[in-house]
């Protein structure tokens, strides 16, 4: 059973920047298409970033483009969101995700893996205005 752990939120000031981390367990991490989508209160969850399986390619939502960045370290089983230039709006908990077969497909980034989509637990990022 993979596990995902989330690390790296907290409370900033608009306009600073955080890095968040996921650290993956198991043997396949380098299998999957990985992502980071969050949910503020009172509102659905919305992908924010996504990379595929080499990292070769990635995808981010409109709202978080030329803020945020996603990478891996296949490696280390490890994947990180730069955010950059916060915005309140960008308050939520967010969560790393191995992305299923097709929200992988739908966000265009490639994967190996033909699961469903797998979450982690979350880290709440406070951004203050």
């Known amino acids: 059973q993979v596990q995902l752990v989330e690390s790296g939120g907290g409370l900033v000031q608009a306009g600073d920047s955080l890095r968040l981390s996921c650290a993956a367990s198991?043997?396949?991490?380098?299998?999957?298409?990985m992502g980071w989508s969050r949910q503020a209160p009172g509102k659905e969850r919305e992908f924010v970033a996504a990379?595929?399986?080499?990292?070769?390619?990635?995808y981010s939502a409109d709202s978080v483009t030329g803020r945020f960045t996603i990478s891996r370290d296949n490696a280390k089983n490890t994947v990180d969101l730069q955010m950059n230039s916060l915005k309140p709006e960008d308050t939520a908990v967010y969560y790393c995700?191995?992305?299923?077969?097709?929200?992988?497909?739908?966000?265009?980034?490639?994967?190996?893996?033909?699961?469903?989509?797998?979450w982690g637990k979350g880290t709440l990022v406070t951004v203050s205005s």
């Open positions: 198991g043997r396949t991490f380098s299998n999957y298409a």
């Open positions: 990379i595929s399986w080499s990292g070769g390619s990635t």
């Open positions: 995700a191995i992305l299923g077969a097709a929200t992988a497909q739908a966000m265009g980034v490639r994967s190996r893996y033909y699961g469903t989509d797998y």
